[in-house]
T-cell receptor, first 110, second 115 residues
Framework: GQSLEQPSEVTAVEGAIVQINCTYQ??????LSWYQQHDGGAPTFLSY????GLEETGRFSSFLSRSDSYGYLLLQELQMKDSASYFC???????????FGSGTRLQVQP | EAGVAQSPRYKIIEKRQSVAFWCNPI?????LYWYQQILGQGPKLLIQ????????DSQLPKDRFSAERLKGVDSTLKIQPAKLEDSAVYLC?????????????FGPGTRLLVL
């Protein structure tokens, strides 16, 4: 089976940097994705790591260490609109569907 | 490019009634997924289609849930009979794989409340 762990809540102030960690257990790991979901909204894709290292997309970066079964999402220059839930999700080699973590609720304060 | 469309957006039913949800994926996306998201949790896969064939339905409660994807485009998910614990958001997603990376695009979801 697959399991993922991420913190349930994180609070930060506008302009700050926040890191959301994700550890996973899976057989046949293929990749780690991050999705953002605002209250009442649909999950939207943020970033994907198939190989070790850092992927950068604007203010968001994601990191993966396959040997440690660990990844993180880094959000820089936080804005109020970044207040949302962030999910890590793994894809295994056998199937393309995502297995999601339980999500980290990020609250950005002024 | 139009996104994933779902309807209805909201549905309230009583337990033991039946309900159906509809999804139209992004044009050209061969893979379609149905997820169930219970409040405070991450989405959980119910069923995955590749064109009009089922790839994975291992987590679909087949005694009450059914899904089909006719002609490899639109899909419907049905619950019959509904239970209280089926109250959740039902998300449809479609995906495209490019260069080994797969990105899933989610629809707005259908919020189901079972009373």
């Amino acid at each position: 089976g697959q399991s993922l762990e991420q913190p349930s809540e994180v609070t930060a102030v506008e302009g700050a940097i926040v890191q959301i960690n994700c550890t996973y257990q899976t057989s046949g790991f293929y990749g780690l994705s991050w999705y953002q979901q605002h209250d009442g909204g649909a999950p939207t894709f943020l970033s994907y790591n198939g190989l070790d290292g850092l992927e950068e997309t604007g203010r968001f970066s994601s990191f993966l260490s396959r040997s440690d079964s660990y990844g993180y999402l880094l959000l820089q220059e936080l804005q109020m609109k970044d207040s949302a839930s962030y999910f890590c999700a793994v894809t295994d080699t056998g199937r393309r569907a995502l297995t999601f973590g339980s999500g980290t609720r990020l609250q950005v304060q002024p | 490019e139009a996104g994933v469309a779902q309807s209805p957006r909201y549905k309230i039913i009583e337990k033991r009634q039946s309900v159906a949800f509809w999804c139209n994926p992004i044009s050209g996306h061969a893979t379609l997924y149905w997820y169930q998201q219970i409040l405070g949790q991450g989405p959980k896969l119910l069923i995955q289609f590749q064109n009009n064939g089922v790839v994975d339905d291992s987590q679909l409660p087949k005694d009450r849930f059914s899904a089909e994807r006719l002609k490899g485009v639109d899909s419907t998910l049905k619950i019959q009979p509904a239970k209280l614990e089926d109250s959740a958001v039902y998300l449809c997603a479609s995906s495209l794989r490019r260069g080994g990376k797969e990105t899933q695009y989610f629809g707005p979801g259908t919020r189901l409340l079972v009373l």
